[in-house]
């Protein structure tokens, strides 16, 4: 299956990111002002959720050594469980999994269900871009 241009060069640049940033991190080369960060992605989930599985799967473990997840570090919620306290959503969560980033405790971004990686690292990309962050 061929997939779009862009796709592939957004994978291929979350490789060579993540390849890049295990690299610095054996090295020590990281410094903590890299991680301090105004932007939180939450994930909201549930038990038994088939496409959080597949995220965790798929996406779970590179995220935090990607831009984007220093970008806006993952918090995870349960879909039954309160908002965390000084973080307002504009609206509750209705499915599984629903990505909210968040900056300075305000909803700024939403990204609702799970289709894939590619799109997912398209999506987020696009959205961070929106909301100001900047991508290291």
């Not at 999994?97 to 305000?106: A, N, S």
Request: proline share 4%.
């Amino acid at each position: 299956m061929l997939i779009p241009a862009r796709l592939f060069l957004s994978r291929l640049h979350h490789v060579v990111m993540t390849l890049a940033l295990a690299l610095a991190l054996g090295l020590g080369a990281v410094g903590s002002a890299a991680w301090a960060q105004d932007f939180t992605l939450y994930m909201v989930e549930q038990a038994g959720c088939i496409y959080c599985e597949r995220w965790n799967e798929e996406v779970g473990e590179a995220y935090p050594l990607t831009a984007e997840g220093r970008a806006a570090p993952l918090q995870r919620i349960d879909l039954r469980d309160p908002i965390p306290e000084g973080v307002t959503f504009t609206r509750r969560a209705a499915f599984t999994p629903t990505f909210v980033l968040i900056k300075d405790g305000q909803e700024v971004g939403r990204l609702e269900g799970y289709a894939g990686d590619e799109f997912f690292w398209v999506l987020l990309a696009d959205m961070l871009e929106k909301a100001g962050a900047t991508l290291e």
